[in-house]
């Protein structure tokens, strides 16, 4: 089997974080080819596009594809179309990758971080699976056009039961693996979209008695993970709430700086990359945190290539550079070592 990587920077802090998790990549030795292209803004800037033909062929044939992250002021301003996001809308649609696995952990080192009370977080260890390639991010018609004289905004959210079931299957699959708990989130109260999906959920469960199955509507769901998270093992939502949910779980751990995750296709090919954003408002300074998407690292050797023993040395040389008290900005404390980029990475890597 080739072991191709192909590494797409992106912008902001995206090539300071991705180039340290390159490093430990390669300090693996597990014979990775590596490639680089141009995602988002750079490609905008270089091209004129942000997903351009040369990095799609590139895509096509990795194996795998670890990104940094895209996007910045920079190019709020252009049309919908060259916007650093629909590159990174693009890759997803492009490569399948409907399956978008985000893990909210919180690392005991780190508690103080989190805004929530200690008691209410501690041990926290969520995985919200996402649907990445339907729902109203992709669906048609959209648009904003005059109509009666007035400006009208529309988009449209749908979903086959074949989508459904297919991110159901990986979410009760990941839930049998972990906890044995899932929780399907939906809006049936109100959007038929939605009471299709808790309908094909409720349709699976049988095929995994093992795996008890729970639905909860959105809003009660967003309420729940500051009040209970703890109730959580798994989570398996649309699109759209998936977005919205992620970014709060992972704002329970305090550092988002800390999560990685992971999209994929059928067979495991995947896009690997930090939670967070850009960081434009830091980048440059060699001062981000390379650990979630040195994390994402250990999640591509975990999914795509299977090499769980190499992505568990990973994550415990994370754990033990947070152990020897290094953090960035962005996760210190009072009593820690304050340390940029690269010496967080040099960290890793010593620890592996
Ligand atoms: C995410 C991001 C993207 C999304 C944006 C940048 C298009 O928020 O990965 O969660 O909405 O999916
Ligand atoms: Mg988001």
């Given at each position: 089997?080739?072991?191709?990587?192909?590494?797409?920077?992106?912008?902001?802090?995206?090539?300071?974080?991705?180039?340290?998790?390159?490093?430990?990549?390669?300090?693996?030795?597990?014979?990775?080819?590596?490639e680089t292209a141009l995602l988002g803004g750079a490609a905008v800037d270089a091209t004129g596009d942000p997903y351009p033909a040369a990095t799609q062929e590139l895509a096509k044939e990795?194996?795998?594809?670890?990104?940094?992250?895209?996007?910045?002021?920079?190019?709020?301003?252009?049309?919908?179309?060259?916007?650093?996001?629909?590159?990174?809308?693009?890759?997803?649609?492009?490569?399948?990758?409907?399956?978008?696995?985000?893990?909210?952990?919180?690392?005991?080192?780190?508690?103080?971080?989190?805004?929530?009370?200690?008691?209410?977080?501690?041990?926290?260890?969520?995985?919200?699976?996402?649907?990445?390639?339907?729902?109203?991010?992709?669906?048609?018609?959209?648009?904003?056009?005059?109509?009666?004289?007035?400006?009208?905004?529309?988009?449209?959210?749908?979903?086959?039961?074949?989508?459904?079931?297919?991110?159901?299957?990986?979410?009760?699959?990941?839930?049998?693996?972990?906890?044995?708990?899932?929780?399907?989130?939906?809006?049936?109260?109100?959007?038929?979209?939605?009471?299709?999906?808790?309908?094909?959920?409720?349709?699976?469960?049988?095929?995994?008695?093992?795996?008890?199955?729970?639905?909860?509507?959105?809003?009660?769901?967003?309420?729940?993970?500051?009040?209970?998270?703890?109730?959580?093992?798994?989570?398996?939502?649309?699109?759209?709430?998936?977005?919205?949910?992620?970014?709060?779980?992972?704002?329970?751990?305090?550092?988002?700086?800390?999560?990685?995750?992971?999209?994929?296709?059928?067979?495991?090919?995947?896009?690997?990359?930090?939670?967070?954003?850009?960081?434009?408002?830091?980048?440059?300074?060699?001062?981000?945190?390379?650990?979630?998407?040195?994390?994402?690292?250990?999640?591509?050797?975990?999914?795509?290539?299977?090499?769980?023993?190499?992505?568990?040395?990973?994550?415990?040389?994370?754990?033990?550079?947070?152990?020897?008290?290094?953090?960035?900005?962005?996760?210190?404390?009072?009593?820690?070592?304050?340390?940029?980029?690269?010496?967080?990475?040099?960290?890793?890597?010593?620890?592996?």
């Open positions: 089997m080739t072991k191709k990587i192909l590494v797409l920077p992106g912008d902001g802090i995206g090539p300071e974080i991705t180039e340290e998790a390159v490093r430990v990549l390669k300090a693996l030795e597990l014979g990775f080819e590596m990795a194996d795998a594809v670890l990104l940094g992250a895209v996007g910045g002021p920079k190019w709020d301003v252009l049309p919908r179309e060259q916007r650093p996001e629909k590159g990174l809308l693009g890759i997803r649609k492009h490569l399948n990758l409907f399956a978008n696995l985000r893990p909210a952990i919180l690392y005991p080192e780190l508690a103080d971080a989190s805004t929530l009370k200690p008691e209410v977080v501690s041990g926290l260890d969520i995985l919200i699976v996402r649907e990445l390639t339907g729902d109203i991010y992709f669906g048609q018609p959209r648009g904003i056009e005059i109509r009666d004289g007035e400006r009208f905004g529309f988009n449209t959210m749908r979903y086959t039961e074949t989508e459904i079931r297919r991110i159901g299957r990986v979410a009760f699959e990941a839930a049998r693996k972990r906890g044995k708990k899932l929780c399907s989130v939906d809006k049936m109260n109100v959007l038929e979209t939605t009471q299709l999906w808790r309908d094909v959920m409720t349709e699976l469960a049988p095929e995994y008695p093992d795996v008890e199955l729970t639905h909860m509507l959105a809003d009660n769901a967003a309420m729940q993970l500051v009040r209970a998270p703890r109730q959580f093992d798994v989570l398996v939502t649309g699109n759209m709430f998936g977005d919205i949910l992620s970014d709060e779980a992972s704002m329970l751990t305090g550092s988002i700086g800390m999560l990685p995750s992971a999209s994929l296709d059928e067979n495991n090919k995947g896009l690997y990359e930090p939670s967070h954003g850009s960081a434009p408002d830091i980048a440059g300074q060699g001062i981000a945190n390379p650990l979630a998407t040195i994390l994402s690292a250990a999640m591509l050797l975990r999914y795509t290539f299977n090499l769980e023993e190499a992505a568990r040395r990973v994550e415990e040389a994370v754990k033990k550079v947070l152990a020897q008290g290094l953090r960035t900005a962005d996760i210190f404390a009072a009593g820690t070592q304050k340390v940029g980029t690269k010496e967080m990475g040099d960290a890793v890597l010593a620890a592996l």
